[in-house]
């Protein structure tokens, strides 16, 4: 076995007007895994460990955010991938897909200022003790850039005490929300843990020449926990 | 048959582009207590018996048009003259 079939697989699908698709790619080929492109328009997924939807603008925001690319057939599959335990992990607009399509509580609705923004934002990790944020110590702080328009996290009073109840919120801005989110809720997982969505974008924090490396504690754990499902199903 | 569907943000939901409307239309000296901004969609369906048409639209604004978190919808049918 060659090394690169070692590397764990993680998909990253790219809808049209994806943009950060091949950053996210090249963020989970430095971290060691191996990313595999999957157009929108495939009916199944390859045989991955984790997937990703990247940030962008798919279908170009027609309507709101994320809610026409959850049409797409790869989002059919992905949907199946979730319900077997699979890993999703959602960036920026790939949250926004995720919230649409019913795989994430919530909403993301017009940044509060109607400007968009663009700059690092300081992060609170609220739980390390998921497979998203394994890499990170409790109360972790993180500096990741956010790039959006559209990044207001919208609950209301029931299901946002629902959230807070359960764990579910795992990012929080720390100081300042650039959007006006309720809670300055960052990034949140579904009940079951597979799905995470966040708006910041740790694919743009990996590089010390960019900045920030903090989106390695984000992609990094990821990276492992796949890494790990695969030696534990090779093991049996 | 046309139907024309009006999505609005539901009361108590935060609406910043109403907001700025509103401080705009003040600025230019109306007296406006408030704007909401919401959507218009007009379709045009197939003619067939009222009540499936209407159930039909309804399930376009649940599963697309609006989104029941924070938008509410009204639906009007028109028939064609």
Redesign the interface.
């Known amino acids: 076995m060659n090394a690169s079939e070692l590397r764990p697989r993680i998909a990253v699908i790219s809808f049209p007007g994806s943009n950060d698709d091949r950053d996210a790619a090249l963020a989970l080929e430095l971290l060691g895994a191996a990313a595999v492109p999957v157009w929108h328009a495939e009916p199944e997924l390859p045989d991955v460990g984790a997937v990703v939807l990247p940030g962008g603008f798919s279908y170009g925001d027609y309507?709101?955010a994320g809610?026409l690319a959850r049409f797409a057939p790869v989002m059919d599959a992905v949907r199946d991938f979730v319900t077997e335990g699979g890993l999703v992990l959602g960036i920026c607009n790939g949250f926004q897909v995720l919230c649409?399509a019913g795989l994430l509580p919530?909403?993301l609705?017009?940044?509060?200022?109607?400007r968009f923004v663009c700059r690092d934002v300081a992060l609170v990790v609220e739980r390390p003790d998921t497979v998203f944020t394994a890499r990170c110590d409790p109360g972790q702080r993180l500096t990741i850039p956010v790039k959006h328009g559209e990044g207001c996290f919208?609950?209301?009073e029931a299901l946002l005490a629902e959230l807070e109840h359960a764990g579910q919120v795992l990012l929080r801005y720390e100081s300042e929300n650039p959007n006006?989110s309720v809670a300055g809720i960052a990034g949140i997982v579904n009940a079951e843990g597979n799905v995470l969505g966040l708006m910041p974008h740790p694919e743009h924090a990996i590089d010390p020449l960019t900045g920030s490396t903090d989106g390695t504690f984000v992609l990094g754990s990821l990276v492992d926990a796949v890494r790990k499902a695969r030696a534990t199903s090779a093991a049996v | 048959m046309r139907a024309t569907v009006l999505v609005r943000p539901k009361p108590g939901i935060l609406d910043p582009q109403g907001e700025a409307v509103h401080g705009s239309l003040r600025q230019l000296g109306f007296d406006v207590d408030g704007a909401r901004i919401g959507r218009v969609v007009d379709l045009e369906v197939r003619d067939g018996d009222r009540d499936q048409v209407r159930a039909e639209l309804e399930r376009m604004c649940e599963q697309l048009l609006a989104n029941p978190l924070i938008e509410s919808y009204e639906i009007e049918l028109v028939e064609d003259s």
């Open positions: 309507l709101r809610a649409e919530g909403i609705r017009a940044n509060r200022s109607l919208f609950a209301d006006g």
